[in-house]
Each structure stands twice: as C-alpha cells, then as structure tokens.
C-alpha cells in the first residue's frame, strides 16, 4: 500500500477526524488486517479509553471515544512536507535540514514540529522510528480529546 502522510490532513484515503467505521472498511478493502484494541490505562486518556486500530509494521489508528481518528502513527509510510519527504530510518540530522522548526520536547520525549507532526526516535540510532500526525487543534490548552 503506498500512500503518503499530510499533516493534519491524513494519510492516503485515510482522513483525520474520519469515523472507526469508515477507516475500517477502507482497510478491508485495502485487504490489510488489523487489531482492535482499548486503552485506558494510558497516562494520557485521563478516564477516557481510546481505541486503537493497529496495522502490524505499518500503523495505529488512534480514535476518541466518540470514534473520530484524531491521530495515526506510521512505522512504515512517508510524511509529505512540501516538496520533502520524510520517511522512517531517515537520518534525524536530515530531517532537521528539511524542517528547521523540529525540536526535541523533554515532556513528551519526542521531536516535535510546528509543521503538524511528531517524530519518535531510536535514541542510540538518530533515526526516524515512527512518524505521527494529528488533527488540528490537538495541542491546543483548551483542545479535549474526550469531546472530539
């Protein structure tokens, strides 16, 4: 399956803010299996269970209790960034020359970018492990998951 990831918006026929159910049956008809899990012991859930759809190898699918995608994490596809591609195994230094705005947060231990993305890393490696993308207005004070 090559599909691309766009901040904020996706990845491929993937829309963020899309329902469970319509994520669901475009995976089905892509033929890709995947599981079905409920997160409530989560630091971040607070006392609200996410669920999850996960890809083995490929991605997790992270919907709110109300069933709305709000984020995807890729182990295995691109993110577009204007003309750039970022892909996981890319070297971090690489990704800062294509993003200057990417930063590390001591809080979440990811780098983050204002550009509407997050990377996680191999810390002995400095390379791009996964990539995240997430609705618009996720890190905002006043943002609640639990009503999205």
Same mark, same amino acid.
């Given at each position: +399956?090559?599909?691309? +990831? ?6 491929? !026929?993937? =829309?963020?803010? %899309? ?21 409530? *012991?989560?630091?971040?859930? %607070? ?8 890809? !083995?190898? =490929? +991605? ?14 890729? &182990? %295995? &596809? ?9 892909? !996981?195994? +890319? ?11 990417? =930063? ?6 990811? &780098? ?14 400095? =390379? ?5 993308? &997430?609705? !618009?207005?996720?890190? *905002? ?8």
């Amino acid at each position: +399956m090559k599909m691309v +990831m766009t901040p904020y918006r996706g990845l491929g !026929p993937i =829309h963020l803010s %899309a329902t469970i159910t319509s994520v669901k049956k475009i995976l089905e008809k892509k033929g890709l299996a995947f599981t079905e899990e409920i997160w409530n *012991d989560d630091p971040g859930c %607070a006392d609200t269970p996410w669920t999850v759809l996960t890809i !083995p190898d =490929h +991605m997790m699918l992270f919907f709110s209790t109300k069933g709305h995608l709000w984020k995807i994490t890729s &182990y %295995a &596809y691109a993110l577009r960034l204007g003309e750039h591609l970022i892909t !996981p195994g +890319m070297a971090l230094k690489d990704v800062e020359v294509i993003d200057q705005g990417l =930063h590390f947060d001591d809080w979440e231990e990811v &780098y983050f970018s204002p550009n509407g993305y997050w990377i996680d890393d191999t810390p002995d490696w400095k =390379h791009v492990d996964a990539i995240s993308i &997430y609705t !618009p207005g996720l890190i *905002d004070d006043d943002f609640d998951i639990n009503n999205f």
